[in-house]
């Protein structure tokens, strides 16, 4: 079992819907956030091109956080979820120094805080709040170790990538384009 | 033109417009690694090299600071956890892949190591000092007897001590201008350079001071070869490196690095030492101070341009 | 209430400041509306035409999910927009058109269809009224004609054309929901009516359904008074194709004028921010100082109610009750809004209010039950439902009354126009002295300097109510300005940097704003999103935060035929310092 993300990039209008939904969910404190919208716009007026992303933990199987992590608070869950475990963390924040991805930050009580995948809702059956809420559903949650699984298939017909393939992370969130 | 942005206002304390969670706190705690290394591993290697007797300062004295020095860097450390009643959960695990781990034990190797070894050079020291109980003077004294064995164990653990304050950064992938594998020859350079300095800034031996401002000389040298490869490093890198190295080479970190650190933190303190060499007449304080004030700098420019640099995507 | 008081005057800023124009151009064409929400069937289309639409940005929640499954079964997107939208962002085709010039390029489109022969010939041959009027009258209309006008070049033109002839009658090309633009945007609306009916897509799967809406009954009440005077009587004679009141005309209808008798004197101002809604703020603010009695009720302290003289506190949509909803839609449904939580301080749902006061104004009979429930429940029992199984489902689907989604080309239709057929030629424009086809209207420019202001949506905020909500401020707390990077250029301004702003007349704001500098905005306008700019210092998140479109739209283009409120003619320049009262500091 390996639980991954697909998220479409050609139906996400960058709503913000699951931002807050993941804020509400989760009770992340005001002025933080787990989740977050990129715009990425290149060319020049008239030829242009843009490309809308909602952006999370990448759960990555090479997780830098995890590996950097001098207490084993940062941890993989099953379903390769990264995770970390409040009361194990020291608070000296490597893991967000070790994140490309800046997906972590200190929560205010202390230890540091990012994307679950919402594993609570998860062994419920449930998706994580950001997929249940998308209104253009573009956001896909699933095992990707399950060929039948919808983001499998979808991974299999369609074009994606990853974000910085290169620092190595092997990330689990794959980008529709 | 590329247009990148985050349009869901995200601003996460410390990570956004751009990374600080880094401060002073562990500039001060990777200077004072480095210095400590430098301290412990001339003390030691003298006293591998039977010059025990003949370089005092360096081999019995200037050690005394060090478990004030580890105590104040500890501090700094601990001052920078924002999660700190878990302190203890450091040392209830030893992780191998992360180098804040080995940091965490070779310091706690180290610590007691170098209270043992200002112990045994107290009698030295303080020709009218007493340990209070016969126990403990028969234990220095056994201690003092085992003082090459435990100058060996010294040796290494100083080199892996400096070594890891630059391997700390430069394990982080994420941050270009850390994730160089030059970066803990580098510091661990810079920790014996400042090392030296700190003998030639207090001890009283004239001999002790021109053999040390020739060991600084060496060290600086190197440690100029070093930055000078760090830089032809990233210059022939992927993108990324580019641009960390481009944050020194007309950035905002120019002119701080390149006039404070190499200039008057390096060449013109060895270029002072050479010229006292020479018989002119120039106070060793000065050069020792600016190559100490130079190695703490660097700590803090190294720690925060990293914090600058980002993989763009 | 107000019916029971005898007024006739109720409006909603959604008709003249928002999509009237296309329900007038709509009736006048097909003797029926676009309606809300929209029958546009988006979900099965195959090219989706949106022209200044910003749906992804506009998040109008059911067409922006629509277009999402559009998406994904490869429809085309063909967007016409100054700015590149959101939806630019997914179209195949992006027409970075010259602003105010629309008209010439839906002549264009219609010449194209019609001459290059790409219309659907049995579509209309059946079913519309007045082709060759419309042929002969846009013969010159050449894209040729056009890229003079509209910058877009007659390739481009002709491709997109051809694309929407050949996903037709699968093919929308959507009538846009704020479109009181620049004055003749009835007309406009008409060409983009045409432009359907030539594709044939009225009726069409992929096209434009036919909606069905449940009819909820009315509760037991006596019969409403007839009102002696109404808001028309402003405008003798003007915008008699106007299908419901205007929000702007209750403005004129309130200044005393010696033409008339008789003016408004009180309004109810319900939960819409009337200054940031309604242009011109300077003849609102006059009208509300006419006024003997300004009433505002509202959830949060706005503009509107630093004016009115007792303010009705709401609860929130989530603390109350409201009339059950029933929307035009493929299948009919009914849903009903229940309470959440208890409403926080002194505040009270509408109906309490509405009875209440009815109460005080001796309308009891009017108001013959205890609570909202009471009259739900009936109304839900008359339905086959009740208040209990509403509460557990929310939404309730009912049958079609006639199974019609679609129209059978094969078989006659009466369409509700004077010709019965689908009018390409508007024989109701004409008995109404209006052109009864659409002609191309030259708008003014920019003058040197000077950037037109178009404004539009983020889709976090709705409007100006949500701009102090703490989820939402997160996500956006102030609106920035969009400048092209060679105006940016011209002006030596920097991203981030604040600056103020000033209209054509002289007018400018106190608040300043953040530029952004972007490739997505065209060189001779600047963008920003409405709703910000809040005045009102209790409006702890939003106050001064950003700028109000509103305070720069001082000149309104007026549609002669149904008095919509044309407000993208207005021009703004740059100021590098705060603008002191009276003089403008002009950089």
Not at chain 1, 128 to 141: N, R, W
Not at chain 3, 410 to 418: I, L, Q, R, S, V
């Amino acid at each position: 079992m390996r639980y991954a993300m697909a998220i479409d990039t050609k139906k996400c209008v960058g709503c913000s819907d699951c931002v807050v939904a993941c804020q509400l969910e989760n009770d992340v404190p005001e002025g933080y956030c787990r989740d977050w919208i990129v715009e990425i716009t290149t060319g020049t007026y008239p030829d242009l091109q843009t490309e809308i992303r909602s952006e999370r933990c990448n759960h990555c199987a090479n997780a830098p956080c995890v590996r950097c992590c001098p207490t084993g608070a940062s941890h993989f869950e099953d379903g390769g979820i990264v995770l970390v475990q409040p009361n194990e963390c020291i608070g000296c924040k490597a893991c967000i120094a070790a994140c490309p991805y800046d997906a972590r930050y200190v929560h205010p009580d202390g230890y540091v805080d990012k994307c679950t995948f919402c594993l609570h809702r998860v062994k419920k059956g449930q998706q994580p709040a950001c997929v249940a809420v998308c209104p253009t559903k573009c956001l896909y949650f699933g095992d990707i170790d399950d060929p039948r699984s919808k983001i499998s298939l979808l991974l299999k017909k369609r074009k994606w990538k990853t974000l910085i393939p290169e620092a190595g992370t092997d990330p689990k969130i794959y980008y529709l384009i | 033109m590329i247009e990148e942005i985050i349009t869901s206002g995200r601003m996460n304390p410390e990570i956004d417009p751009l990374l600080h969670i880094w401060g002073w706190e562990i500039s001060l705690y990777l200077y004072i690694g480095g210095l400590v290394a430098g301290i412990l591993f001339f003390s030691a290697l003298l006293v591998l090299l039977n010059k025990e007797d003949k370089f005092t300062f360096s081999v019995k004295m200037l050690p005394l600071s060090a478990p004030v020095l580890l105590g104040i860097g500890l501090l700094a450390l601990f001052l920078d956890l924002s999660h700190k009643l878990y302190f203890w959960r450091l040392y209830t695990i030893i992780r191998l892949n992360s180098p804040m781990s080995w940091g965490a034990w070779t310091l706690m190797a180290i610590f007691p190591l170098s209270v043992l070894w200002c112990c045994i050079w107290l009698k030295d020291n303080f020709t009218t000092f007493k340990w209070p109980y016969t126990w403990l003077d028969a234990l220095f004294e056994t201690g003092k007897k085992y003082r090459k064995l435990i100058a060996w164990m010294l040796v290494g653990l100083s080199l892996i001590l400096g070594m890891y304050t630059g391997i700390l950064l430069s394990a982080f992938n994420a941050r270009p201008f850390w994730n160089t594998s030059i970066l803990g020859p580098l510091f661990l350079v810079s920790g014996l350079s400042t090392g030296a300095a700190a003998i030639i800034l207090f001890s009283k031996n004239r001999q002790e001071r021109r053999l040390f401002s020739k060991v600084d000389m060496a060290l600086i040298g190197v440690e100029l070869f070093f930055i000078i490869h760090l830089f032809m490093g990233f210059l022939a890198g992927v993108r990324v490196h580019i641009q960390a190295a481009e944050l020194f080479l007309g950035g905002p970190y120019t002119a701080p690095f390149w006039i404070f650190v190499v200039s008057l933190g390096l060449i013109l303190p060895a270029l002072l030492e050479f010229l006292e060499l020479k018989q002119f007449k120039i106070p060793h304080v000065i050069p020792a101070v600016m190559v100490l004030f130079g190695g703490l700098l660097l700590r803090i420019i190294v720690v925060s341009a990293g914090q600058a640099s980002r993989w763009l995507y | 209430m107000l019916k029971a008081f005898g007024s006739a005057n109720i409006t909603a800023p959604s008709y003249a400041q928002c999509r009237g124009p296309r329900e007038v151009a709509f009736i006048g064409t097909f003797g029926e509306g676009v309606l809300s929400p929209e029958r546009t069937d988006i979900r099965d289309t195959r090219c989706l035409v949106l022209i200044g639409s910003h749906l992804g940005e506009n998040m109008h929640n059911g067409q922006v999910q629509e277009m999402s499954d559009a998406i994904d079964k490869g429809a085309t997107i063909i967007t016409v927009d100054p700015r590149f939208s959101t939806a630019a962002g997914k179209s195949k085709y992006w027409l970075p058109i010259k602003p105010a010039t629309d008209m010439a390029l839906l002549l264009a489109w219609i010449h194209v269809l019609i001459y290059e022969n790409r219309y659907n010939r049995s579509f209309v041959e059946k079913h519309t009224y007045g082709f060759d009027e419309l042929k002969a009258h846009v013969a010159s209309y050449t894209p040729e004609w056009a890229y003079g006008i509209t910058t877009i070049k007659p390739d481009l033109i002709r491709k997109t054309a051809y694309e929407m002839a050949g996903a037709a009658p699968a093919t929308i090309v959507h009538p846009g929901r704020h479109v009181t633009w620049y004055g003749d945007d009835t007309q406009r609306l008409r060409a983009v009516a045409i432009l359907n009916a030539l594709l044939g897509s009225w009726g069409q799967r992929g096209g434009f359904y036919n909606p069905d809406k449940v009819h909820i009954p009315h509760f037991k009440s006596p019969k409403y008074p007839k009102p002696k005077h109404t808001w028309r009587e402003a405008f003798p004679g003007k915008y008699k194709l106007a299908d419901m009141a205007l929000a702007s005309g209750i403005c004129d209808a309130t200044i005393p004028s010696i033409e008339r008798d008789c003016s408004l004197k009180a309004w109810i101002v319900n939960g819409t921010n009337l200054l940031s809604t309604l242009p011109d703020k300077k003849k609102t603010i006059e009208a509300i100082q006419s006024l003997e009695l300004l009433v505002v009720i509202d959830t949060m302290p706005m503009e509107i109610t630093g004016y009115a003289d007792v303010v009705l506190p709401e609860c929130t949509y989530l603390e109350r009750y409201d009339m059950l909803r029933s929307s035009p839609h493929r299948e009919p449904s009914i849903a009903l809004r229940m309470p959440a939580a208890e409403p926080l301080y002194d505040s009270k749902p509408d109906w309490w209010i509405a009875k209440e006061l009815g109460i005080k104004l001796g309308l009891e009979k009017y108001f013959q039950y205890d609570n909202i429930e009471e009259v739900l429940d009936w109304q839900l029992k008359q339905l086959g439902s009740s208040l209990d199984e509403m509460k557990k489902i929310g939404v309730k689907k009912f049958p079609r009354e006639f199974d019609d989604l679609y129209m059978d080309l094969n078989e006659d239709f009466e369409f509700n126009t004077n010709t019965g057929k689908i009018e390409l030629y508007a024989t109701s424009f004409d008995d109404e002295g209006y052109d009864p086809l659409p002609v191309y209207k030259e708008h003014e420019q920019p003058p040197e300097g000077y950037y037109r202001l178009i404004y539009g949506r983020a889709p976090m905020h709705t409007f100006s109510r949500t701009t102090n909500n703490p989820n939402l401020s997160e996500l956006m707390d102030e609106n920035t300005l969009w400048v092209n990077p060679k105006v940016a250029k011209t002006w030596d301004l920097k991203n981030d940097q604040y600056i103020w702003l000033e209209n054509q007349d002289g007018v400018s704001s106190p608040n300043s704003i953040k530029v952004r500098i972007t490739e997505r905005i065209r060189w001779d306008s600047v963008y920003m999103v409405h709703g910000f700019g809040h005045t009102d210092r209790r409006l702890s998140r939003a106050f001064k935060r950003g700028v109000a479109d509103s305070d720069f739209i001082t000149r309104v283009h007026v549609d002669p035929v149904m008095g919509g409120t044309g407000m993208r003619g207005n021009f703004v320049t740059f100021l590098f310092n705060a603008p002191s009262v009276g003089k403008g500091g002009k950089a």
